[in-house]
């Protein structure tokens, strides 16, 4: 099962920050917390991980909590293409397999 | 960079008729999966293969679904006979390495199975 808790649905406004929620208060300490996306009819596409630190990328920034049993996930600049659903995922360092719960449905209108 | 391929796209049969789906990972990566993502939720691991050995197969149906990786690349995954709550997509992941840290699974367009 899921380790993570995530909202069903979120609605965000085109040019206007997403900041996705995740829960995940059992975390582990050797765990890394994990984002994937699914646009419709697609295969879900890695976004960004972390430990405990901050982590920013081209695609996203991902702020966990200083007791890491919560973490955000922000998309600067929402974009129509970035609607899909965003899944958090919490991932054994050194162990490959993903766990995916039902995530959360992002749409991102104009 | 070719990305994972699958094919079919799309594949509808009858329940008790036996079906095939084909994956060609990420030249290089050692590592490949398989997910079934049934309509509503998240994909769920099938089975993980290390070159052509299985790491991982605790979920997957073995007395209709079997899979194999004969040569380290290719792979296929077979269900006989189907039945109707197999009706999902099916998603080939493939990765560099092991349970490496920072290593990325790469998915697949995915094959959607309807059995009927």
């Known amino acids: 099962d899921a380790k993570t808790t995530q909202p069903p649905s979120m609605d965000c406004a085109e040019g206007r920050a997403a900041n996705l929620p995740c829960n995940h208060s059992?975390?582990?300490?050797?765990?890394?917390v994990y984002w994937y996306r699914q646009i419709h009819s697609q295969g879900p596409q890695y976004i960004i991980h972390g430990l405990k630190n901050n982590e920013t990328n081209e695609m996203a920034s991902l702020i966990i909590t200083e007791d890491r049993k919560s973490s955000t996930l922000i998309l600067p600049h929402a974009t129509l293409r970035d609607t899909a659903v965003y899944y958090c995922?919490?991932?054994?360092?050194?162990?490959?397999?993903?766990?995916f719960g039902k995530g959360t449905m992002l749409l991102v209108s104009p | 960079e070719a990305g994972v391929a699958q094919s079919p796209r799309y594949k509808i049969i009858e329940k008790r008729q036996s079906v095939a789906f084909w994956c060609n990972p990420i030249s290089g990566h050692a590592t490949l999966y398989w997910y079934q993502q049934i309509l509503g939720q998240g994909p769920k691991l099938l089975i993980q293969?290390?070159?052509?050995?299985?790491?991982?197969d605790s979920q997957l149906p073995k007395d209709r679904f079997s899979a194999e990786r004969l040569k380290g690349v290719d792979s296929t995954l077979k269900i006989q006979p189907a039945k109707l709550e197999d009706s999902a997509v099916y998603l080939c992941?493939?990765?560099?390495?092991?349970?490496?840290?920072?290593?990325?699974?790469?998915f697949g367009p995915g094959t959607r199975l309807l059995v009927l």
């Open positions: 995922i919490v991932r054994v360092w050194g162990y490959s397999t993903l766990t």
């Open positions: 293969f290390q070159n052509n050995g299985v790491v991982d």
């Open positions: 992941a493939s990765s560099l390495d092991l349970g490496q840290l920072g290593e990325t699974q790469y």
């Open positions: 059992t975390i582990s300490g050797n765990e890394y």
